[in-house]
């Protein structure tokens, strides 16, 4: 399933968790991040409506307890919301370790896009008079970013812009000037994509997040292409991006007793200095970077640079010590 769809799925559970009423397709489809189109426009609003059931379906078989009803005899449509006390978990105990990978997958899933387009969704119910459960939206605010390109990728697949970025591979001396239209950001194995169609190639292609050389721009005007109904992303980037076999090495410092998924990697271990394989310095600098000043780059140069460069946003937002402290 794509980031755009599931970011869709995510934020009209969250937008039928936030009121006790039944929200009508109409109210719905002006509200959740996804479902924009012209209810004028016969294609446009034939094309929500698919979307719209394909996504009921979608919660029905994920468990999500769909109802659909009316609040009062005087309304003429049917609407629908979620049935809370079926939707409640009941208590749930964890123990250290499982605590720990449901707290990193939070801080995931915590996404600056997600966040926002779940707050904006909320107001627009509160504006339209919906009364909105303040509870159900605590933790939705972001808590850690992943490569900068994210947030305008995403926000270009939702308005269905096209996108001019600088982008370098490793067969190229400089990055290249690229200019798509995006059908959706993908994860897979741990890294990010963006795939759609290459207006200079004329044909699909998939970019890793990690190789954008400066900012992502937005171009033209909102709704300018139509991503095709039935492509499989993840499937897509999988074929495109082989994993390649290692051929350098580098030498990292952990925190005493940390980085333990480090360590389970590394083909050399030293007390606390370990050497790791790798083929792509900046897929690596993205792992790195997920362990914080726990892990210290000591060589090669080009990695030590790649992984401060990642950091130094992060810790300006923060308001901590500088990347090139940390990792010193």
């Not at 779940?118 to 605590?138: C, H, I, W």
């Not at 990728?153 to 290249?176: G, K, M, Q």
Request: aromatic content about 6%; overall charge positive; charged content about 30%.
């Amino acid at each position: 399933m794509s980031r755009s769809r599931t970011e869709r799925l995510v934020n009209l559970v969250i937008c039928l968790l936030s009121t006790r009423r039944f929200l009508t397709a109409a109210q719905i489809a002006a509200t959740v991040p996804g479902y924009r189109h012209d209810p004028a426009d016969a294609r446009e609003h034939e094309a929500f409506q698919r979307k719209f059931e394909r996504d009921k379906a979608d919660l029905r078989e994920l468990g999500v307890p769909l109802e659909t009803g009316t609040d009062s005899v005087f309304d003429a449509e049917p609407g629908y919301r979620i049935a809370r006390r079926d939707y409640a978990l009941p208590e749930v105990r964890l123990a250290p370790d499982e605590a720990a990978a449901v707290g990193l997958a939070a801080r995931l899933w915590r996404h600056a896009g997600l966040a926002q387009a779940a707050s904006s969704g909320l107001r627009k119910l509160r504006a339209a008079g919906v009364e909105v459960d303040p509870q159900t939206t605590l933790g939705v605010e972001p808590v850690v970013s992943a490569e900068p390109a994210f947030e305008p990728l995403t926000r270009a697949v939702r308005e269905r812009r096209a996108v001019r970025f600088d982008y370098r591979t490793p067969a190229a001396d400089s990055p290249a000037t690229r200019r798509l239209q995006p059908w959706g950001v993908v994860s897979l194995r741990g890294r990010w994509y963006v795939v759609g169609h290459d207006e200079d190639r004329r044909a699909t292609r998939c970019f890793r997040l990690s190789r954008f050389a400066g900012p992502v721009r937005l171009v033209g005007e909102p709704d300018a292409f139509r991503p095709p109904e039935q492509v499989d992303l993840i499937d897509y980037v999988a074929h495109s991006f082989a994993e390649p076999a290692p051929t350098r090495t580098a030498t990292v410092r952990l925190r005493p007793g940390r980085g333990n998924g480090i360590r389970r990697q590394a083909h050399a271990v030293d007390g606390d200095v370990v050497r790791l394989r790798y083929s792509d310095v900046e897929s690596l600098a993205s792992r790195l970077v997920g362990y914080g000043a726990d892990v210290v780059v000591l060589e090669p140069p080009e990695l030590r640079t790649a992984v401060i460069d990642r950091l130094r946003p992060i810790a300006s937002r923060a308001g901590t010590a500088r990347p090139s402290e940390v990792n010193s």
